[in-house]
């Protein structure tokens, strides 16, 4: 992508995938919106991380290291003032950001619902006994294994085209995607059906854009605070408040599902052992204005609920 000849009005940093790319260049015409400037004023600058690197290795998220391999080098450009703002998926950020940076802007929220997708089956409970479900996943790994133990978990990477190119080659009999993302990329006609969030629950913020830029940068906070969307970010500070009481990493299989109605937040959330062996389910309500609180509450009702040494095996697997 070709930097504008003058200065820019601000920087994006992104990833460079079809997702990230389309994420960045809303949020670049959004801002282009909100303060009358021109598009070519706000510059996308693609940065390669380490999880775009290890794309092709057929690895899991916990195997390659975890949720920052997506975000590391944004976030050291956003210090090194090479980039004023990132553009993340929020549901890849690690709950602890490094010292210096916020993410205190969520675009308004896309569908978080998880895809089931197959070319031989419409519905999960409508596959065969002992059919392949590929996924990196391992939440959606544990749920199947709960839902469905008759069934065999594949390892599955890649982009959405790359999942899919794979179904087509009977790598696998179905996989599951973030339907955020298909109808962000106009491929929902590739969905068989869509998993109900109270059986299926999702990854924290799955479904919102994030934006993270420098804590003391007051001028690009003060340019990019109109798109925030306050229910978006009422839901997804409540689910990664939950996230970060249970210490929520790669290696912990947690769901979850936040709504707002009627002036009140609710939030249910499940952790799951890998194996799919132990489920523990929770639920908290209260005022949106509290959110962190609740999500922190909800965390530690799991704890107390499946009981330290849940958590414990989970850190030493």
């Known amino acids: 992508m070709q930097s504008p000849a003058n200065p820019s009005f601000l920087r994006i940093g992104t990833r460079g995938s079809p997702l990230a790319l389309y994420q960045a260049e809303l949020v670049r015409e959004m801002l282009a919106a909100l303060h009358s400037v021109p598009e070519e004023a706000i510059e996308i600058r693609i940065i390669r991380t380490e999880g775009d690197r290890t794309q092709s290795e057929n690895l899991s998220l916990k195997e390659m290291g975890g949720k920052g391999l997506f975000s590391k080098e944004i976030e050291a450009a956003l210090i090194a003032n090479e980039i004023d703002i990132g553009v993340h998926s929020a549901k890849d950020m690690a709950t602890t950001l490094p010292d210096g940076l916020v993410m205190p802007v969520f675009l308004k929220r896309e569908d978080p619902r998880d895809a089931f997708i197959s070319l031989k089956a419409k519905t999960l409970e409508g596959l065969p006994e002992g059919a392949r479900v590929g996924t990196s996943s391992l939440r959606r790994a544990a749920q199947l294994r709960f839902l469905r133990p008759d069934l065999e978990v594949v390892e599955f990477r890649g982009n959405v085209d790359t999942r899919l190119k794979k179904l087509q080659d009977n790598v696998a009999d179905a996989t599951f995607l973030a339907l955020a993302g298909l109808k962000r990329l106009g491929k929902t006609g590739h969905v068989s059906s869509i998993l109900d969030p109270q059986i299926f629950p999702t ?65 249910s959330a499940e952790v799951l052992s890998p194996d799919g ?40 697997l």
């Open 277 to 316: 062996s132990h489920r523990h389910r929770e639920s908290a309500a209260g005022l949106p204005e509290n959110a962190g609180l609740i999500g922190a509450e909800l965390g530690r009702a799991l704890i107390e609920k499946a009981g330290q040494a849940f958590f414990d095996a989970l850190r030493n």
């Open 203 to 267: 990854a924290p913020a799955q479904g919102a854009i994030g934006i993270e830029y420098r804590a003391h940068d007051h001028e690009t906070a003060a340019q990019v605070a109109g798109l925030n969307d306050q229910e978006t970010f009422d839901q997804v500070t409540a689910e990664r408040a939950l996230l970060a009481e249970l210490d929520g990493s790669c290696r912990t299989p947690i769901g979850v599902f936040s709504s707002i109605a009627d002036g009140l937040l609710s939030i």
